[in-house]
């Protein structure tokens, strides 16, 4: 079992959609959860990053979390052709784990 | 932009060759972790350092080593290259110790080619 596990995907939404990414992860001592985003060819970037149960929100993104269900999600709200890229989930317990990644592509 | 700048960009090596990558973290940032990211796969943990001693390991064999210096700079070596060993590498640097919260932020990455 994959300690950390995505939908590879592509995902595909139209533009103004709300895009959900999911992530499970099996450490159940992890304490922090980040979502980046990478483009093709690039380096990840850091979309935000959540510790407690429940939903935080960063402007268009909105990352929601459940310990109980080892679970992590991101939200998009509004997609635009921009957000086409693959994000990547990171679980962080003793060491920073992440997913294969979900790609993810916006249609105009 | 992160701040963490890393150089060469690309590099071609051959197999049995040795490389060295090199990193500087931003600045105040007293913590680099390293990372290998295989075409279509998430980054995977190679070591970490904070303020010149390694602060934990990922599963990769010794052949892979680094340092890390008082100037917010660090490398990462690699010995008696593989072909799998082609990637792109990543450091990434955060301001603790504290592996289990802090936020990371990554270089742009060089991207090693072994033939």
């Known amino acids: 079992q994959k300690e950390v596990e995505q939908n590879s995907g592509p995902l595909s939404v139209p533009e103004g959609a709300i895009a959900s990414l999911n992530c499970t992860y099996s450490?159940?001592?992890?304490?922090?959860f980040f979502w980046y985003r990478q483009y093709s060819g690039k380096s990840p970037e850091l979309i935000m990053f959540i510790y407690s149960n429940g939903d935080k929100e960063d402007g268009r993104f909105t990352a929601q979390l459940n310990k109980a269900s080892q679970y992590v999600s991101l939200l998009i709200r509004d997609s635009q052709p921009s957000d086409s890229a693959t994000y990547l989930c990171?679980?962080?317990?003793?060491?920073?784990?992440f997913g294969a990644g979900t790609r993810l592509t916006v249609k105009p | 932009e992160t701040g963490v700048t890393q150089s060469p960009t690309h590099l071609i090596k051959t197999r049995g060759q040795q490389v060295t990558l090199r990193c500087s973290s931003q600045s105040g940032h007293n913590t680099v972790s390293w990372y290998q990211q295989a075409l279509g796969q998430g980054p995977q943990f190679i070591f970490q350092?904070?303020?010149?001693?390694?602060?934990g390991r990922g599963n990769f064999p010794p052949r892979f080593s680094g340092l890390q210096f008082p100037n917010y700079s660090s490398e990462l070596n690699v010995n008696a290259l593989e072909l799998d060993d082609s990637a792109l590498y990543l450091c990434?640097?955060?301001?603790?110790?504290?592996?289990?919260?802090?936020?990371?932020?990554f270089g742009p990455g060089t991207r090693l080619t072994v033939l």
């Open positions: 990434a640097s955060s301001q603790t110790k504290l592996r289990s919260t802090d936020t990371q932020y």
């Open positions: 450490d159940r001592g992890s304490q922090s």
């Open positions: 350092y904070y303020r010149e001693e390694e602060n």
């Open positions: 990171a679980v962080n317990g003793n060491d920073m784990r």
